[in-house]
């Protein structure tokens, strides 16, 4: 892998506020919204999104890319897929926070063995895989 990486497109957004009881926008303005602390966390919850949401929902559409592309490469055709990305949060143990991440892949147009296959080369391409392996547990399932 090359340590140097040429962007061909930079997404910037900036928080603003109470951090995840903030406000973020995306500099061309198309993200514009209030987040808050989940429940779970001691927050108030309700209708806003939080940081993992973001996350999940980011690393869902990557990933779906990633394994579009794969098999297209390997000539499968898929049809009707979906990729689910859960995203936890918890105490590192060492006074911080980590990350876990479960991604589950719905490819009902090919059998168990080769929608493993493909999900496995999808997340060896995925930004979102490259940028946290090695620092995030992800755990990778068919449906």
Do not use: W
Not at 35 to 59: D, H, R, S, T
Not at 78 to 99: C, H, K, Q, Y
Request: charged fraction near 15%; proline fraction near 5%; charge should be negative.
């Amino acid at each position: 892998m090359t340590d140097t990486i040429t962007p061909v497109y930079t997404a910037s957004a900036t928080a603003t506020g109470d951090g995840r009881n903030g406000h973020v926008r995306s500099v061309d303005g198309v993200l514009d919204f209030d987040l808050a602390v989940p429940k779970e966390m001691g927050g108030p919850g309700g209708a806003l999104p939080n940081p993992e949401e973001l996350f999940a929902a980011g690393y869902a559409a990557c990933f779906h890319s990633a394994l579009k592309g794969v098999a297209s490469r390997a000539k499968i055709t898929l049809t009707d897929t979906a990729i689910t990305v859960d995203v936890g949060i918890g105490s590192n143990g060492a006074g911080g926070f980590g990350l876990t991440v479960a991604i589950e892949v719905e490819a009902p147009s090919v059998d168990t063995e080769t929608a493993q296959k493909l999900i496995e080369a999808a997340h060896q391409v995925c930004p979102y895989s490259n940028a946290t392996r090695g620092n995030v547990d992800v755990k990778l399932t068919v449906a």
